[in-house]
């Protein structure tokens, strides 16, 4: 018989929790916010799978601006110990894919944010509320008016 532990469950390199992703996703949600990223959410895709923890969605309404937030947000989560596994998109910019392990970065232009739906294909994670990480930066949480 299986008794439930109390223990934080662990990621794959046994040293960081799912709530730790989630704090070094809210940090990227601030940054994208403050290099007028729009449209952030967080989606906490920990009960999802086990491949990691969370995604952030961010669209940005350039290439400068994407390639700005992609390497604002690296070189702040580096600060948290947080290592990038890979970029992908960078050089074409309609769609960056950021891998931390646990937390998956997507910056999408507006057109490719739309076509893949990322939202919807993960339509039952739980949103993780921002409102509090991006008031500071004049942003709005996204679904808030």
Not at 32 to 51: F, H, P, R, V, Y
Not at 95 to 100: L, R
Request: charged letters at 25%; proline letters at 2%.
């Amino acid at each position: 018989m299986s008794t439930a532990s109390t223990e934080p469950i662990l990621l794959a390199d046994n040293s960081k929790t799912v709530a730790d992703s989630i704090e070094s996703a809210k940090v990227a949600a601030r940054v994208a916010a403050e290099n007028k990223g729009q449209e952030i959410i967080l989606l906490d895709l920990s009960k999802q799978t086990s491949i990691f923890d969370c995604f952030l969605i961010v669209t940005g309404t350039s290439r400068r601006q994407l390639h700005a937030i992609a390497e604002e947000i690296d070189r702040e989560l580096k600060k948290r110990g947080e290592s990038r596994l890979t970029m992908s998109g960078y050089d074409e910019s309609q769609w960056i894919a950021i891998d931390y392990g646990g937390i998956i970065i997507h910056l999408f232009d507006d057109e490719h944010r739309q076509y893949y739906d990322l939202e919807g294909l993960w339509g039952d994670a739980a949103k993780i509320d921002l409102s509090g990480v991006l008031q500071p930066t004049g942003a709005r949480p996204t679904g808030q008016e």
